[in-house]
């Protein structure tokens, strides 16, 4: 299992990126969770394994229609992931 810190800027806030962060990670079979940051940023914990979390980083590129991923910061995170499934945080 890889576990990840993702730290998304750009047009992040405001255009359903969480939502489609929660429909993809499920998706893939991803634990962990996702919050807006009142820096205007996007925080992911996330856990899964190599090939999904590949696929989860390749998707989160992208984004949802409306969204504008500027920058991506990929941390590896000694954190675990404490959800079962994968769930927006607020």
Known sequence: ???YKI??????QGVGYR???LKTA??????????NAS?????????????????FIHMLRK????A???EIDIQ?????????DFQIKY
């Open 1 to 3: 299992m890889e576990t």
């Open 7 to 12: 730290t998304l800027s750009g047009r992040v």
């Open 19 to 21: 939502f489609f962060c």
């Open 26 to 35: 499920r998706l893939l079979d991803i634990r962990g969770s996702v919050r």
């Open 39 to 55: 820096n205007g940023t996007v925080e992911i914990l996330a856990s899964g394994s190599e090939s999904n979390m590949s696929e």
């Open 63 to 66: 984004g949802p229609m409306f």
């Open 68 to 70: 504008s991923v500027t």
């Open 76 to 84: 590896p995170s000694g954190q675990p992931v404490a959800e079962h």
